[in-house]
């Protein structure tokens, strides 16, 4: 399962939704769960780190995806990951680029915070 948390525009709590959303996906979930942090402050992968460094039990892994790297883009591996058993979440960039595409094509749930 592809799970894509995405906005035009930075600041609008995407990261803090999908640090919280991770957290809680690990306590009422059996499966396996696996982040992706495309933004280019890498907030979720910095939290994570600071988390693995404490006391805390890890709870997933997360991975950092470079300004320049274009993962994904093979419909094959996409395909796998959402039929995949694990729960797959990708923290986009403040902005939907092209490269994430294909991606957002192939999400199952797309989560957009905003401002009301």
Known sequence: MIITFATQKGGAGKTT???AFANYLSVVSERKIKGYDFDYQKSF???WKEDEESELPKLYEVEVIGEDDEPFTDLEKLIELKESDEIYLFDL??????????????SDFIIIPFEY
């Open 45 to 47: 992968f910095n939290k």
């Open 17 to 19: 939704l999908a640090i």
């Open 93 to 106: 960039a403040g902005t939907l680029d092209q490269k994430y595409s294909d991606l957002l094509i192939y």
